[in-house]
């Protein structure tokens, strides 16, 4: 086997008992996970915005993030919830690049799993001790989500892990949502396959236990946008689209239906200003048809302190992601303030 044993990490109960949550963290995450839970069964109108970068990458910078979301939520709280993004790996085309704060929690130094552990935990534990965010992570790893089982209150399943065994079998032992991208190639016949075995229970195996899933109902639809054969980046957001995808859940006995848009990736071509012409298209497209405005449950929104990209090792600019182009805080604040106002 060509692969070098370096150490045996800790497990998850172990970290949860070195670096545990406060009862008042906990009660606070509870309190969100309810409010979440409500929007996603249609107990409430709220609008769900999971937003933030496209992967975290500098816990000061991160966080700076996250309380100017949290005095913007505070403006805005009788019609949005916002869900910070707090996105800790990220997954690579090839294989290569920075593959998030797991791998490297200082994406200049080389990959440290165990500091990369410590530090995803800490930045998720300071946004809700600090700024009373439970926030929102992608389940790349499946056998890690323990690490942050007590302080998330949203899963995203990514385009290019959606069919995959584990993740849909682990989605259906979580008790908050889980949102299924459609794949890359833009089969929803994939996502939604995904979002029955979310729902539906399972016995399987995870972290070295027989275990048994309930089943969870508050896994859903994520459209992203998706890549044709020749390269090009399409969207599937539009009305038509929209409409589709009453018509397929329509055709199934799902609990829940429901949909997060998801304003970038192939949806925007990755053109990151091109997210708040979209936000507005959703929005029309809700007040023109009733079954859009009950199915969709809110947007997700790559957004940070500056606008654009950088590259690692390039004149550093503080805020500004080092993976896909992000909208900045500027803009950010207009469109959270117009998605309020219009909803």
Not at 250 to 256: I, S, Y
Request: charge should be neutral.
């Amino acid at each position: 086997m060509n692969m070098n044993f370096k150490r045996k990490l800790p497990i998850p109960q172990l970290i949860k008992e070195q670096y545990s949550a406060t009862e008042a963290m906990l009660q606070i995450k509870a309190k969100r996970d309810e409010e979440l839970k409500k929007i996603f069964t249609g107990e409430s109108n709220r609008f769900a915005l999971i937003i933030g970068p496209c992967s975290a990458d500098f816990k000061e910078s991160v966080l700076d993030y996250i309380g100017r979301l949290r005095r913007l939520e505070d403006q805005v709280k009788d019609k949005i919830m916002i869900v910070p993004r707090i996105y800790t790996n990220k997954p690579r085309t090839t294989g290569d690049g920075y593959k998030g704060m797991l791998h490297q929690p200082d994406p200049n130094e080389k990959p440290d799993m165990l500091k990369g552990i410590l530090a995803i935990r800490d930045v998720h534990m300071c946004a809700l001790a600090d700024y009373q965010f439970s926030c929102a992570d992608e389940m790349l790893y499946p056998e890690n989500y323990r690490y942050l089982s007590d302080l998330l209150s949203y899963v995203a399943i990514g385009a290019r892990s959606v069919e995959n065994q584990q993740h849909r079998l682990t989605a259906s032992g979580l008790d908050i949502p889980v949102g299924m991208k459609n794949p890359t190639g833009g089969d929803l016949s994939v996502m939604m396959n995904s979002i029955t075995a979310g729902q539906h229970s399972h016995t399987f195996i995870y972290r070295g236990w027989e275990v048994e899933s309930t089943g969870n109902p508050l896994t859903h639809a994520i459209l992203r946008g998706y890549v044709d054969s020749s390269g090009r980046s399409l969207p599937n957001y539009h009305y038509e689209d929209l409409v589709k995808l009453c018509e397929t859940y329509a055709k199934t006995d799902l609990a829940n239906p429901a949909v997060i848009v998801d304003t970038n990736h192939a949806n925007s071509g990755k053109q990151y200003e091109q997210q708040i012409r979209i936000a507005r298209d959703i929005l029309y497209s809700c007040r023109q048809n009733g079954d859009i405005r009950k199915l969709v449950k809110g947007l997700m929104i790559e957004s940070y302190i500056e606008d654009g990209t950088q590259k690692i090792g390039d004149a550093f600019c503080y805020g500004k992601s080092i993976t896909d182009p992000c909208l900045g805080w500027e803009k950010t604040e207009q469109l959270v303030y117009e998605i309020a106002d219009r909803l």
